[in-house]
């Protein structure tokens, strides 16, 4: 993982021309380039308050929803743990109805026979 100076010293390399402004900015106008500092950093620390809202939201909503399961698990337990003496089924028992077979709707007149040859 790279360092924060690391970061630095690639962005001046690639961008020479602009950390000249910038530095020129800060030396001769220091208001400006206090502005300009305002607009820049007022809307990153907002996105990032933003994202840090956003994951306590998202790992409080994943807490609740896995109470929820919790309780559900064991509410469940008190229908399945019954004796089977009554004809009741538990969960993951398989249960096979077999049902009439379907008569055909359209009867075997309807329609035609058509020989065909493959043309080359």
């Known amino acids: ?27 001769a106008a220091p208001q400006v380039m206090g ?13 990032l308050f ?10 409080r909503v994943r807490k609740e929803m896995e109470q929820q399961m919790h309780r559900a698990e064991q509410q469940g ?3 399945t743990q ?3 003496g009554d004809g009741a089924t538990c969960e993951g028992d398989i249960t ?5 077979p379907r008569q055909k709707r359209v009867s075997d007149d309807v329609g035609e026979y058509i020989d065909f040859k493959e043309v080359e």
């Open 82 to 84: 019954r004796p089977r």
């Open 1 to 27: 993982m790279k360092s924060f100076f690391s970061f630095i010293a690639e962005f001046i390399s690639r961008n020479p021309l602009t950390v000249v402004l910038l530095v020129v900015l800060c030396v």
């Open 96 to 100: 096979v109805v077999a049902s009439e």
């Open 50 to 59: 933003g994202a840090a809202l956003f994951w306590w939201r998202l790992r």
């Open 35 to 47: 502005l300009f500092a305002l607009v820049l950093l007022v809307p990153l620390l907002l996105a």
């Open 77 to 79: 337990r008190a229908y």
